[in-house]
Structures are given as structure tokens and as C-alpha cells.
């Protein structure tokens, strides 16, 4: 070496001790500023002459003494550099020593480790961040020198120094004071949020440290979480996770013998304290802890709390506390099953005690008083149930799927529940006029929600026709706008040719409306006609009675319509049904005005006596052709009002034809207004089953029956044309899924499969009887 180099050398030297000097007394100024707890900051100047000494220094000296790569791999000689990099690192090292006796001197004492830890962190960090601004000109050197920038070798530092020898003591602290939490069930002490980060932070190799001026906060921001990650489950979650599952498996064991409340509400104060602990301190865990905590709380408790706790609740009352245990429980959705058939269960049997009081009073009430107790019954049920669904179970898919099966299995139990419902319904209709658009929509949703339960959807909607016909073809009963609505909500339900006819009905009469107009033949005439043109096949007839002899004066105005349409509607047919009309007839006598609501075959009948004043029944039948059956029903009403009188008693049988039947002239009533149409207290005391009505439920039954074969038949080709070919098992399977008017049996699919076969819609493997091909 030269002399001019050692004297350069040298010269460096001074120049290094007097930097040396400058950076080691700031470095003590900051540490004991920290330490002492006062307000600490080094002024612009006195940063600025430190920082300008090391980039002097270290730029000249790389200006004197410039060396290649591998000239620095093989100089032993440390370069001013290294120097300042060492001297960067002393002091760092000198405030860790510092910081680490400290702690050492801390036995066993929670909070004193817990303050003195977190603010060892926060002081590091404020020294280490006033460090960097003297020496952040060698920040690109230490790369290429060390591997690594200030930053990270001030982390390092503090890990080596510190974390390392003291780690076993901060996890336990950080332990002891959770602990010490879950007993007293209340978060103690905010500061473990320190000793985690550290868990986190000393995982990463690089980092950048960084100061919120805001929050008057120092960060190590990471910048390989993946390193952060790896380091922090090993070394602290693994241990932390495994200690809360050993506590709180203890704990749990413990209240095993306390109420289905109690243990959901401690059970939930602990997702409470722990989510929040988590959150505050140590969030990267939360996923972790969440699931050990649903593990533990939820998927092990469920069953057992479920079958405790649903069914008491539910027939206590204590519907609050059941909401509690959904919340729980929903932790985990597929725990909330264990609700749901505990619901089931309990909604079950509380229909079916229904059921066992309709069995009970079967033979005490009439159709009408069991239909509408049996519905409102339920539907009483269904809202409880559904109530407790939406406002404490948050309308949870599993338990309405479980409130559909228990209301629908009990409902069907019923063999009448097809002919209640549609009873239920036309009581509720014809009680619909003059209720606002609320109320409507309320009686919409009762017919509809009992709609749904149905498994014989059909058998309904044949009853329900029935009944629709009756309030379309009186005036007092229509309420079109309803009827449209009902139907488009069961045709929202199920498809059918049915729905298509009950359509058809109320189209008719709309119809019948619009042509009103015309049906005016006369002014100021004794007999104002109203006629509904009803279309043929539409309509549950059994019977059509055209063979009845009308009035004189009833003849022309009928005749007047029919060529009125005709001449309108060229090749139409006409045919007057006389049995399902309906009108009212004026009745004068003694200066007394009285208006009889009848039907038509009552009006002919009555209006009979405008002739004489008495007649034979004999008579009666051979002037009107009405069969007896139905003149008895005609006639008997007003012998219950004392409008006519006979010689026998007034619910008897017209046994004797010769018998009279005469107008009863000293007729007084206070109701100038009076409903004369049969119903089940004015009808006629006969022997035996009514033969008429016997014929018409068969007829309706072989419809029904009809019906159904042509559904499943339809269904059943559906199928066959979209497979080609296919399992026997299978078409029968998609067939009753597909079916939704009713519920078909596999017997009942058989024997459409074979009349399918035997009409050569399809065919049968040669090899696999199992296996069905489509006919093109």
C-alpha cells in the first residue's frame, strides 16, 4: 500500500470516529428520550448534518477506493461501508440490549410483561425510524453488501436480540391473559394486540417501516406475507388454537347439565368475546378460531340442544329463546337440519291433534262448520308456524322445506281435505264483497297456502268447480275479479285441463255480461230476462233438464233471445238448462209486496199458481215436467215459510201425488225480502241416501279418474319422446316428478305404462323387460 493511500486511510478514520461519536450520542439521546417517556424529536438541521457526513464519507471513499464485485469478495479489508453499516447495526444492538434486560428483569408479573413488551415494540420502532433518516443514504448499499435493506436488518435486530430468547415468555403471557379473559368473560387487556403483531412481523425478511402521522403510529409493513403466514402458525397459532379447544372442552363438559338457555346464551357470550379478541389482537386467526368454535359449540351441541330445546320452546311460548338457538346453531347451516326436524316433529303432532279433534266431532257438525273449523284450524297453525320462521329463524330454506312436509302430510291425512278446502274457499268468496284490497289479498293467501298442501290438487279443483258454478250463476255471489285471481294463483301451482275449463266458466260469463244489452227485449213487460251463455263441456253438469214446460209469457221473450244469438253467432246451438238459474219473483197479496229470491225451476213451479189457486202434485209435475225429486226440493221451501200450505207435514215426501198443494191466502211476513233457494234446512226427510246425488259423485269420481289417466299418459309420452329409451324405474320416477295435480301411486303408473304399450306408444326390450323404447 502507499503512503499517500495510508495517509488517505487515516485521514478516513477521524472523519469515521467523529461520525461514530455524533450517531452513538444521538442514538443514546433518542433511547433515554424513549425510555424516560419524554417527547423526543431530533431537529431538521442536526438530521440533516449526520446524514450528509455518512453520504460524504461513504461517497468519497467509494470515489479513492473503488473495488469490482470480486475484488470485494476476496478483500478481507472491511470498506467504510461496512463501517457504517456495522455502526447502523451497533446501535441498534445497543437499544435491544437495553430493551431485553428489561424484560429479564420482569418475573412472572402479566401486566408489567404486557406494558413493558408493548412499549419495547413502540419505542424499537421510533428509534429505528429516526436511525433510518441519519443513515438512509446506505440504504442501497446494504442490498448488494448484506442481502438486505435497513428496514429489514433493524427487524433482525430486534428479533435476534429480543424475540427470539423471549418468545417462550410473550406466548405465554399473551395465554395467561386470555385465559385469565374467557373466566371473567370480558377482554382484560387491549395490549396483547402488540405482543401478536410480533408474532406476525418476525415471520417476514423484508419489510419497510413506516409512520402514521394520524395516529402518531410506527408500523414494520411486510412485504412477503407469505413468510408472515408461515411463521405465525408455527409459532404461535398452532399452540394458541390447541390451548382454547383444551379450555373450552372442559367447559363445555361442565354445563352439560344446565338449561337448553343457559347454555346458548354462555355459549354465545363466548363467540362474542372471542370474535372480538380476535379481531382486535390477532384477526389472522379468526378463520381458525371460528371453526374450532363452531366444532365445539355448534356441530357437537346441536342435536342435543335441538331435541331439548324446540319443542319445549315452541309450546312454552319462549319463541325469543328459540330465536336465540337458531342463531346459535346457524353457525353452521347444515346443524340448522337438526332444528328443522325437531320443528317438523313438533308441528306434526300439533296437526295431527287437529285431525284427531276432526275425527272426534265428525258425526256432531255439518259439512260446512267442519270445513271452516278444520281450515282455520290449520291455517292458525301455519301462520304460528310461519311467523316463527320469518321474525326467529331468519325464513332459513331447511325449516320451511320442514314446515311444508308437516303441514302437508297432516293435511292430506284428511280423506275430505279436497272437498273442505274447496268448501272453506266458497265461503270465504261469497263472504268477499264490499272487503278492501288487504283483506282480499289474505283470503287469497289462506285458499292458496292449504292449495299447496294438497297431494289430490285435481280432486280439489273438481270440487272447486262445482262451487264456482253455483256463485257464477248467481248474482249476489259474483265476484269475477276474484275468481281470475284465484285461478291464476293455482295455475301458478300445478297445470291442468281443469284449470282450463274453470277458466272457460268465468270467460262465459263475462261474455253473458257483454251481451247484457240485448237481452232487454221489452220495456215495462211482467218478465225481465237474464241469461248466461255458457259454453258446453266447460261446465259440471250432471244433468240438464230441457224437457221442462216454461210459462207462456216466459216463451217469448226466451224465444226473442235465442233468435237474437243465433242470428249473431250463425251455426250456434241453443239449449235451455232451466235447473241452474236463478231470479226473483214479486208477490202481491192483501196490498203486501214481497220479493222471493228462487231458482228457475222454483220460479216455474210457483208462478204456476198464477193460474189457480191450488193443484194437485200430480198436476204440478204434468203442467211443469220438473221431476219429482227436484219439485220437492222447489216446493218444500215455501211450505217452510207458510208461503203454500199441504195437507201433510212440511218436510215429508211427496208420496202422494193426488195430494194439494195450495196458495195460503192469510200469508203475513215482517221480511218483504226472503232467500226461498233449498238449502240443508229446508229440504225433504227421505229414505235412505239421495239416489240422484250418489250418481253425480260417481260421475265425478269416473272423471276424475278420466283425468288422471290422461295426465299420466300425457307425462308418461313426454317422457318416452324425449329418452327414446329408458329404465323402468326411472320413467316412473320422473313421471311422479313431473305430476304435480295429484299424487300418483306406482300402481297407478303401471297400468298407464301397459295401456301405452298395448295402444303401441311403446314398446318393451326384446332382451330386458326393464327397459322401454318410444314408439315414432
Not at 48 to 60: F, G
Not at 460 to 475: A, Y
Not at 479 to 490: A, G, I, P, V
Request: charged share 25%.
Amino acid at each position: 500500500m502507499r503512503a499517500q493511500d495510508i495517509d488517505l486511510k487515516a485521514s478516513f478514520d477521524k472523519q469515521y470516529k467523529e461520525l461514530e461519536k455524533k450517531c452513538l450520542d444521538a442514538a443514546k439521546s433518542l433511547q433515554n428520550s424513549l425510555f424516560s417517556e419524554e417527547s423526543f424529536k431530533m431537529s431538521k438541521d442536526q438530521v440533516m448534518q449526520i446524514n450528509s457526513q455518512v453520504l460524504q464519507l461513504s461517497s468519497q471513499w467509494s470515489i479513492k477506493f473503488p473495488r469490482n464485485a470480486s475484488k470485494q469478495q476476496d478483500d478481507k479489508e472491511e470498506g467504510m461501508e461496512g463501517k457504517l453499516i456495522n455502526l447502523y447495526k451497533k446501535c441498534l444492538k445497543e437499544f435491544v440490549d437495553e430493551i431485553y434486560k428489561k424484560l429479564q428483569q420482569v418475573q412472572n408479573e402479566r401486566d408489567t410483561t404486557l406494558y413493558l413488551v408493548a412499549k419495547h415494540y413502540h419505542d424499537y420502532k421510533a428509534f429505528s425510524y429516526w436511525l433510518y433518516k441519519l443513515f438512509f443514504h446506505l440504504d442501497s448499499n446494504t442490498a448488494s453488501t448484506l442481502g438486505a435493506d435497513l428496514h429489514s436488518l433493524s427487524l433482525e435486530a430486534l428479533k435476534q436480540g429480543y424475540f427470539s430468547v423471549g418468545q417462550e415468555k410473550l406466548i405465554n403471557t399473551i395465554l395467561q391473559v386470555l385465559l385469565e379473559s374467557r373466566q371473567k368473560e370480558i377482554f382484560l387487556d387491549k395490549k396483547v394486540k402488540s405482543l401478536c403483531e410480533l408474532f406476525v412481523v418476525m415471520g417476514s425478511k423484508t419489510v419497510k417501516l413506516k409512520y402514521e402521522r394520524e395516529q402518531g403510529l410506527y408500523d414494520y409493513i411486510c412485504l412477503n406475507f407469505q413468510e408472515t403466514e408461515t411463521f405465525y402458525k408455527n409459532n404461535f397459532e398452532i399452540k394458541f388454537i390447541d390451548d382454547t379447544v383444551k379450555y373450552y372442552k372442559k367447559q363445555i363438559s361442565e354445563r352439560q347439565s344446565i338449561s337448553v338457555i343457559e347454555f346458548v346464551r354462555w355459549a354465545t357470550k363466548v363467540f362474542k368475546l372471542e370474535e372480538t379478541m380476535c379481531l382486535e389482537s390477532y384477526p389472522k386467526s379468526f378463520e381458525q378460531i371460528s371453526k374450532q368454535l363452531i366444532q365445539l359449540f355448534v356441530i357437537e351441541q346441536a342435536k342435543r340442544l335441538s331435541e331439548n330445546g324446540v319443542q319445549y320452546f315452541i309450546s312454552a311460548g319462549g319463541l325469543s329463546q328459540l330465536g336465540e338457538l337458531y342463531n346459535l346453531i346457524s353457525r353452521n347451516s347444515d346443524s340448522v337440519k337438526y332444528i328443522a326436524d325437531e320443528f317438523q316433529i313438533t308441528f306434526t303432532t300439533l296437526t295431527k291433534n287437529v285431525n284427531t279433534n276432526y275425527y272426534n266431532d265428525q258425526q256432531q257438525q255439518n259439512k260446512q262448520v267442519q270445513a271452516e273449523g278444520y281450515c282455520n284450524s290449520i291455517l292458525e297453525l301455519m301462520d304460528k308456524a310461519q311467523n316463527i320462521i320469518k321474525n326467529y329463524m331468519q325464513n332459513d330454506h331447511k325449516v320451511q322445506s320442514a314446515y311444508l312436509a308437516a303441514f302437508t302430510a297432516a293435511f292430506n291425512e284428511i280423506n275430505d281435505s279436497p272437498f273442505f278446502l274447496a268448501l272453506f274457499s266458497d265461503l270465504l268468496i261469497k263472504a268477499e264483497k264490499g272487503i278492501n284490497e288487504t283483506e282480499t289479498d289474505k283470503k287469497l293467501n289462506k285458499i292458496v297456502s292449504l292449495f299447496q298442501l294438497l297431494y289430490s290438487k285435481d280432486k280439489f279443483l273438481s270440487h272447486h268447480q262445482r262451487f264456482l258454478q253455483h256463485r257464477l250463476l248467481n248474482p249476489q255471489s259474483q265476484n269475477l275479479n276474484f275468481e281470475k285471481t284465484l285461478l291464476q294463483k293455482f295455475k301458478g301451482e300445478t297445470q291442468t285441463n281443469v284449470l282450463t275449463q274453470l277458466q272457460n266458466m268465468v270467460n262465459d260469463i263475462e261474455q253473458s255480461q257483454r251481451f247484457a244489452f240485448e237481452q232487454k227485449i221489452e220495456k215495462n213487460q211482467q218478465f225481465e230476462l237474464g241469461v248466461y251463455l255458457l259454453s258446453y263441456g266447460c261446465w259440471p253438469f250432471s244433468n240438464v233438464e230441457n224437457q221442462i214446460i216454461a210459462p207462456e209469457y216466459m216463451k217469448k221473450p226466451l224465444q226473442l233471445y235465442q233468435d237474437m244469438y243465433l242470428q249473431k253467432n250463425n251455426g250456434r246451438i241453443v239449449e235451455w238448462t232451466f235447473n241452474y238459474g236463478q231470479g226473483e219473483v214479486t208477490y202481491k197479496i192483501k196490498a203486501e209486496k214481497y220479493y222471493f229470491s228462487l231458482n228457475t225451476l222454483q220460479m216455474i213451479a210457483f208462478l204456476l199458481f198464477n193460474q189457480a189457486d191450488q193443484f194437485t202434485i200430480e198436476q204440478i209435475l204434468e203442467k211443469t215436467q220438473i221431476k219429482k225429486f227436484d219439485l220437492e226440493n222447489s216446493l218444500i221451501p215455501f211450505i217452510c215459510l207458510k208461503v203454500l200450505q199441504r195437507e201433510k207435514s212440511d218436510l215429508e215426501e211427496f208420496a202422494d201425488q193426488n195430494e194439494i198443494i195450495k196458495l195460503n191466502s192469510n200469508f203475513n211476513n215482517k221480511a218483504k225480502k226472503m232467500k226461498m233457494i233449498p238449502n240443508t234446512k229446508m229440504q225433504p226427510k227421505r229414505q235412505g241416501r239421495n239416489p240422484e246425488l250418489t250418481a253425480q259423485e260417481r260421475e265425478q269420481e269416473e272423471q276424475l279418474t278420466k283425468q288422471r289417466e290422461f295426465v299420466i299418459d300425457s307425462q308418461l309420452v313426454r317422457i318416452m319422446k324425449s329418452k327414446k329409451t329408458i329404465a323402468h324405474k326411472e320413467l316412473v320416477d320422473q313421471c311422479q316428478f313431473m305430476v304435480t295435480i295429484f299424487k300418483p301411486d306406482i300402481k297407478f303408473i303401471k297400468k298407464r305404462i301397459e295401456n301405452l304399450i298395448e295402444r303401441e306408444y311403446i314398446k318393451r326390450d326384446d332382451k330386458d323387460w326393464n327397459i322401454y323404447h318410444y314408439q315414432n
